[in-house]
């Protein structure tokens, strides 16, 4: 609408319907057409842009551009009443399950609003489910287990409930963005071998499994370290090697190397 207008408004100030946004609109309805003085009602940092706005602000507002600013303005007006009623709403009846929101808001990369969509997806009460592996079936995200002749033909993740798996999917992606804990090494680890898709899934899972324990026994995550892998390949080929080397019978002690 602004750009039918020739206002430029979008190319200069980052939000148009920020404080400064308003004020120009709210005075460009009330009849200025002066894009020097619709520029001086910028605010903060907007106002180091002042000589950009004022060849943006040259437009040719007619009375019909008006009228559609104005219910474009009055519409956005409700959505914004509508949202603040809801998300009241919303923490009105959170109150029960503060505990649950807090716990999945120790899970690193996961925020308020991805910790309560999983409260409102999984629920809270976990005695519902005699296993993790029960509640990963439950969601959708257990790995199939078709086989025949003795052979696996598919890995194929159950159905579950589509928004249940597109919550956890999309925390999964969050998770993956930050840096320095054990979900993300899992997930780089996974991606290398078998993709990033299937390495999502598989996150999901993982991810699952910890609210699990987490929720049942009312303990915030607990992160295994972003080395954990590396430590667990350090255990296996010592033990490997020391069993090797007991089997063609030697006595085998180790003495860690003195640090340099």
Not at 116 to 133: L, Q
Not at 137 to 153: D, H, T, V
Not at 223 to 231: E, I, K, Q, V, W
Request: charged share 20%; net charge positive; aromatic share 6%.
């Amino acid at each position: 609408m602004l750009e039918g207008a020739n206002l430029k408004l979008g190319a200069v100030a980052t939000d148009v319907l920020g404080t400064s946004g308003r004020d120009m609109l709210a005075a460009i309805l009330a009849g200025e057409a002066d894009p020097g003085v619709l520029a001086e009602l910028a605010r903060g940092r907007l106002r180091a842009k002042l000589p950009q706005l004022r060849p943006a602000l040259e437009g040719r507002v007619t009375g019909q551009h008006r009228l559609l600013i104005r219910h474009l303005l009055a519409h956005i007006d409700f959505l914004e009443r509508q949202l603040a009623e809801l998300t009241t709403e919303i923490e009105a009846q959170l109150v029960p399950f503060a505990e649950a929101v807090a716990l999945l808001e120790t899970i690193p990369g996961v925020a308020e609003a991805a910790a309560t969509a999983m409260v409102a997806e999984i629920g809270v009460d976990m005695s519902r489910f005699p296993s993790a592996k029960h509640l990963a079936s439950w969601a959708g995200l257990c790995p199939g287990n078709k086989q025949s002749g003795g052979r696996r033909l598919s890995g194929k993740t159950t159905t579950g409930n589509v928004w249940r798996r597109a919550v956890l999917g999309e925390v999964a992606w969050s998770i993956t963005h930050a840096s320095g804990n054990y979900l993300v090494a899992l997930y780089h680890r996974l991606a290398r071998r078998r993709g990033k898709h299937k390495a999502i899934v598989a996150l999901a899972h993982s991810l699952l499994v910890s609210i699990y324990y987490m929720l049942r026994d009312h303990q915030p995550y607990r992160d295994l370290g972003p080395d954990h892998f590396d430590r667990l390949e350090s255990t296996r080929v010592r033990r490997h090697y020391v069993h090797r080397l007991e089997q063609l019978g030697f006595a085998v002690t180790l003495t860690p190397a003195a640090a340099t």
